[in-house]
């Protein structure tokens, strides 16, 4: 068993000394010999130059370290690719109009089951953001998925709280025209009818256009009463003038 031990150390040394000519490198046959030493029972083993084991195991963690930020940057780059597709997904594509039925209101309302899974448009002034098309679970929309909201009747300033419309929050965050609502703005809503729960429709969002602006409209209103007021005054003033008896010097 001794000379086995001995013709092993003897065969590794030749090798390490062999290795330091050709390659002119310490670090390669001092794991060479480590690597050989390594397969001696310990009980027989002979001292090891520690600055060999230490050489072998700076090279271990370094190639642990190696691995272990390899795996890091496979699965980085995977989460990039799935975010990447993932908004890919989410880009909505414009819907076509003619998909769409045009309806009235009061019929929506008299027979909803009859749109039921239909696609309609209708308008109305908006009157706010309602909680009344959520966490109902007949016709269930999540608070934490959607918002809802609510237009005015045709016929008066009374929100019309029989119609649920919901929008997804997700949409809504990218959605110009939602963010900037505003109480009175004419708009034209295109949805689908996804429940007649309550015998009321349930209206599923698929896209809103403002027709005419509140404000815009309160502008054009305060412009033509002041060109009224304006003439008005221009004729009271034309008939006080022809009224006016003329003074002979």
Known sequence: MKKWIATKILASIFCFIVSILCLGSVE???????????????????????????????????????????????????????DKEDKKEKKKEPINEKDFEPILLGKLLDSPK??????????GKFSSFTTLALDYEPALRKSKDFLSIC????????????????????????????????????IEIYGEVFSAALDEPWVDILSIKTIESATKSQKGDKNIIDKTNKSSKNKTLKNKSKKEPKINE
């Open 28 to 82: 390669l046959p001092a794991f060479a010999i480590y690597s050989a030493l390594s397969h001696i029972p310990n009980h027989l083993q002979l001292p090891t130059n520690p600055l060999f084991i230490a050489s072998t195991e700076e090279k271990k963690e370094d190639i642990k370290k190696g691995d272990k930020k390899e795996k890091e940057d496979k699965e980085n780059k995977k989460e990039e690719k799935k």
């Open 114 to 123: 009859d749109y039921l899974n239909k696609k309609i448009k209708f308008r």
């Open 151 to 186: 237009i005015f009747r045709p016929d008066r300033k009374i929100p019309l709280s029989e119609l649920k419309l919901a929008y997804p929050i997700k949409e809504a965050k990218d959605n110009i025209v939602i963010r900037e609502l505003e109480e009175n703005d004419l």
